[in-house]
């Protein structure tokens, strides 16, 4: 199926620790990106790349590091897990089409709980 | 930087129609998109407006008016199922000279029977 994949879908850790996301997309888009959804629904875009170039990089901590190794992928490593990590990932990926705008394609969404 | 208001909470009932609103403030402008998003799932794209004016797809449709920094989502014959939360998004000039999408806060819509 033609789709972005996330895994995990739901993460359990304790404070302090390292933890990885992996996001894979089939649609050849160009470009993907990490948003984090809180608990109040706000969805907050962390980082983008564009065929492996990082090219978004919001005010997010150094504990939070990005890695694309080609286009159809997109890993979100945590370093050093806090409680405030909590939220939900989400990895999207988007072509522009001329002059029909675009649109995000979403992963599932990976539930990170820090305890 | 970038605004985006639109309601907290809508509710409608069934079969009826239901408009949910969005300003916006940025520069940079180039378009306007909403997201359906049900409780534990993922947004889904619903639409894209980059000029003014109405663009329908089945029982949505999304209008644009750039010079009022102003959109809406029309959802027509509400069904049980449109329960779920609508979000806008700006996509503006980013820094770096690439694009940039900013999602405002959502909208939860309850349809009622």
């Known amino acids: 199926d033609t789709a972005v994949s996330q895994t995990p879908k739901y993460l359990v850790t304790q404070m302090g620790n390292d933890k990885s996301i992996k996001c894979e997309q089939n649609?050849?888009?160009?470009?993907m990106y990490w948003y984090k959804q809180d608990s109040k629904k706000f969805l907050k875009i962390m980082f983008s790349?564009?065929?492996?170039?990082?090219?978004i990089n919001e005010t997010v901590p150094n504990r939070f590091s990005p890695k694309s190794p080609d286009k159809a992928h997109l890993n979100l490593h945590i370093n050093s897990l806090e409680l405030g990590d909590s939220a939900v990932y989400f990895c999207?990926?988007?072509?522009?089409?001329?002059?029909?705008?675009?649109?995000?394609?979403f992963g599932s969404g990976t539930r990170l709980t820090v305890v | 930087g970038q605004s985006l208001e639109q309601p907290s909470e809508v509710t409608a009932v069934e079969g009826a129609i239901v408009q949910i609103n969005c300003t916006y403030q940025?520069?940079?402008?180039?378009?306007l998109s909403w997201y359906q998003q049900h409780d534990g799932g993922a947004p889904t794209f619903l639409s894209y407006n980059a000029l003014d004016g109405l663009e329908e797809t089945g029982r949505f449709s999304s209008f644009l008016s750039r010079s009022d920094s102003y959109g809406y989502l029309l959802l027509q014959e509400l069904q049980m199922k449109d329960s779920a939360s609508y979000f806008c998004?700006?996509?503006?000039?980013?820094?770096?000279?690439?694009?940039?999408?900013?999602f405002g806060t959502g909208t939860k819509l309850q349809v009622i029977p």
């Open positions: 999207a990926s988007s072509q522009e089409v001329p002059l029909r705008g675009y649109g995000y394609t």
């Open positions: 940025t520069s940079g402008f180039y378009g």
């Open positions: 998004a700006v996509r503006d000039k980013g820094g770096g000279g690439y694009q940039k999408v900013t």
């Open positions: 649609l050849g888009h160009d470009t």
């Open positions: 790349y564009n065929n492996k170039e990082l090219i």
